[in-house]
């Protein structure tokens, strides 16, 4: 059915009823007989299933409101603008007209406070002129010509941010259990105005129906975060096992031959329990084979998060899917663009801000021991990173952690050309983890996937040959020699026992 709608035209001109307008013209081109024998060819055209019709393109609308974040820190004190030296400019304005420049005669007997000095320049009372007559509280300055007051009272505002666009004090706009959204409401602002600036007009004349359209985010804002212990945890496998490794009846060479199908091979469990029957005769459940990697996930965990080493100057992250219990799922990384080891990783089930801070905080470590060193960590698009990155760096006189954006993939820009190898580390890494991901065809549970990829992480600091380096990221002295899989697996499993 044909409604009435409201349609903007390439010039911005508001066209009323344009699609009734539209199904007039139709009725009058056809008997009601064609028309009702249109109708079922529309209804194909849109539900797709006629083809060879396309549809006029939606215009784009490129400042539509996003999820983005103002990097720029807000000041924490009111600007004080800065003065001008009344000395140089009395000087100045001598030389230029060659001639003295003289105090004000007063005349009327109106004074001037001496106190009184001019808010721009610092010029003294000789030098001010009294703009109001009688009422003796306007001053205009003689040499710089700054309209003042003579008591300019002071209000104290209680705002923690300022705006360091405009100088303006910031608003409390939203508040939640986790941040704090200050906003500048200054129309004035140079942030405001550049903003509105890049609108179209298509864009423009929406704004001007309704001035307070949500839909395009043109205000500076600000995001304080209250950051908790427990949201800068990153997930990890649960320590409450069906069994203990030390009691199990195979050996640890059996749990060497599992980790290896298991992670070494990306089998799953089925098939793994398969090949250690038809290959080795052992005889094994497939459930068994679940119950010793999430034991052996969770003892290596604690090791693997005490060993895992802090990300260089350069640095590479994303975050990758997978699917648990039919759910999309995220896999977060991390890793150091020199030694090419994972230097943090977390799970979640979903792609924001916490999940991508609690990464940020597990590769870095705490920001307060990072003061003075300065990291550069090459992401994606996603907006998560900025609120993390801006959440990692609150409260320290210096950033520690900068972002560089490579999207796409082609290099638009001269950034995403000079950071696009480091990108593609942490690419062809999600390939590796993908690898030992996709034979599952989706984990059944959430702990799961994070022994799984807490194994994945373990195989590839220690045991995986690098195909650059010759040899695996993390080199230790325990392992060397070692070039059996199961063995590497047996001797990982000993260096991590309690």
């Not at 648990?324 to 990783?345: L, M, P, Q, S």
């Not at 900025?386 to 952690?401: C, F, H, I, R, T």
């Not at 994945?456 to 990221?473: E, I, S």
Request: aromatic share 10%; with cysteine; hydrophobic share 35%.
């Amino acid at each position: 059915m044909l409604c009435c709608h409201k349609t903007y035209n390439k010039k911005g001109i508001l066209l009323k009823n344009s699609l009734q307008k539209l199904a007039k013209w139709l009725c009058r081109q056809l008997t009601s007989d064609e028309f009702a024998s249109i109708v079922p060819l529309l209804q194909e055209i849109l539900s797709g299933s006629k083809t060879g019709f396309e549809f006029k393109p939606e215009p784009k609308t490129e400042n539509y409101r996003k999820f983005r974040v103002n990097t720029t820190a807000p000041l924490s004190a009111p600007p004080v603008p800065p003065k001008a030296d009344w000395h140089e400019l009395k000087a100045e304005l001598e030389k230029s007209s060659g001639k003295p420049l003289k105090p004000v005669r007063r005349r009327g007997g109106f004074a001037i406070p001496v106190h009184c000095h001019c808010e721009h320049c610092n010029a003294p009372a000789d030098y001010l002129y009294l703009n109001d007559g009688k009422k003796s509280n306007q001053v205009r300055c003689k040499i710089c010509n700054h309209l003042g007051t003579t008591e300019r009272i002071r209000h104290k505002t209680d705002a923690k941010y300022f705006c360091p666009h405009c100088g303006s004090a910031l608003s409390i706009w939203k508040q939640s259990s986790h941040e704090t959204i200050y906003k500048c409401f200054n129309y004035k602002c140079s942030h405001y105005l550049a903003s509105e600036n890049k609108l179209s007009r298509e864009e423009k004349a929406k704004r001007q129906a309704q001035k307070f359209d949500p839909n395009y985010k043109l205000h500076y804002q600000y995001r304080e975060y209250h950051l908790q212990p427990e949201d800068l945890k990153c997930r990890r496998p649960e320590t409450d096992t069906r069994i203990d490794l030390n009691r199990i009846h195979n050996s640890h060479h059996v749990v060497g031959l599992v980790l290896t199908f298991f992670i070494n091979a990306g089998l799953s469990s089925r098939l793994t329990r398969d090949l250690l029957w038809g290959l080795f005769g052992i005889k094994l459940s497939h459930q068994t084979v679940i119950n010793y990697v999430n034991a052996a996930a969770a003892r290596i965990a604690p090791f693997l998060d005490a060993d895992l080493p802090k990300p260089g100057p350069m640095a590479a992250a994303d975050e990758t899917y997978l699917i648990v219990e039919n759910e999309w799922h995220y896999t977060w990384f991390v890793i150091d663009a020199a030694n090419k080891a994972i230097c943090g990783y977390n799970l979640s089930d979903t792609r924001g801000t916490d999940p991508a801070i609690a990464t940020l905080y597990d590769a870095y470590g705490k920001p307060e021991t990072n003061q003075g060193k300065q990291f550069v960590l090459v992401r994606d698009g996603l907006p998560s990173y900025d609120s993390a990155m801006l959440a990692y760096n609150q409260g320290l006189k210096e950033p520690v952690l900068t972002g560089k954006t490579v999207v796409g993939l082609e290099n638009l820009d001269e950034i995403s050309k000079e950071f696009r190898p480091y990108k593609q580390l942490v690419e062809r890494l999600n390939r590796t983890y993908k690898f030992h991901t996709r034979p599952r065809a989706g984990m059944k549970s959430l702990n799961g996937a994070t022994s799984l990829t807490t194994l994945f992480v373990a195989y590839y600091n220690y045991l995986r040959r690098h195909g650059t380096l010759k040899h695996p990221p993390l080199i230790r002295e325990t392992l060397q020699g070692i070039e059996r899989y199961p063995k590497q697996w047996e001797t990982l499993l000993t260096m991590t026992a309690a």
